[in-house]
């Protein structure tokens, strides 16, 4: 049976005898028809935060300047480097029921210096876009195992948000061996005051991924 979860509640992943490999953290949202003339695009994120609680300090690669542990949708492919995360794809209108966008989280191959995993969803271009949570609505995190496909809990976002453009859903944290989830439901106004709490130097709100790289955080299209 899935568990209901309220803002602040936080839940073992693990039941009593039961060894879990492997997680899928999703995450859904519907925009009020007729909000704005745009199409509302949200993008999840995932911050991979060491014990200061910020995003390690190393730098990707092959898109310098970018925070290689920060993860989102106009990010290059996933980096080789990781291979505890999987990203599901980029949803660029959240038309229809269900899922939007998860990731696929590997907690065996999660390294032992991140202790957190971050989940966000951010509006794509908010700012010029005059696009708000206020006309986001039906928002809900929810966390399932890969190999049953059973929904082990879900946190429906009630709260009300309106100029926020960028809202933390909840997060995965090391917890006695093993791994518990929060259901935090954090609202930004500025992307700027996520990223600088986190650690991340780098505007994911940047068009750059996007020119370079046809399918972003895509194992498949390296």
């Not at 960028?166 to 954090?186: D, Q, T």
């Amino acid at each position: 049976m899935s568990l209901s979860l309220k803002k602040g509640h936080k839940v073992s992943l693990f039941k009593e005898g039961e060894t879990l490999h492997e997680v899928v953290v999703a995450c859904g949202w519907d925009a009020n028809d007729g909000s704005s003339p745009h199409e509302y695009d949200l993008d999840m994120a995932t911050a991979c935060l060491g014990p200061d609680g910020k995003i390690p300090n190393i730098d990707d690669p092959l898109d310098p300047g970018y925070r290689l542990w920060f993860l989102h949708a106009n990010h290059r492919f996933l980096p080789a480097e990781i291979r505890c995360l999987n990203f599901g794809g980029d949803n660029r209108t959240g038309h229809g029921d269900g899922d939007d966008e998860y990731f696929e989280v590997i907690l065996d191959m999660v390294p032992a210096e991140i202790t957190r995993l971050l989940f966000a969803v951010v509006i794509w271009k908010a700012m010029e876009r005059l696009q708000q949570f206020g006309d986001i609505r039906n928002a809900y995190i929810r966390i399932y195992n890969k190999r049953t496909g059973e929904e082990m809990m879900r946190y429906n976002l009630t709260e009300s948000f309106e100029n926020e453009t960028l809202v933390a859903f909840g997060e995965l944290y090391r917890h006695a061996g093993g791994w518990k989830f929060n259901a935090l439901g954090e609202g930004y106004v500025d992307p700027k005051v996520f990223r600088a709490k986190y650690g991340i130097v780098y505007p994911f709100e940047t068009e750059y991924a996007r020119r370079h790289y046809p399918n972003p955080l895509n194992r498949n299209h390296r």
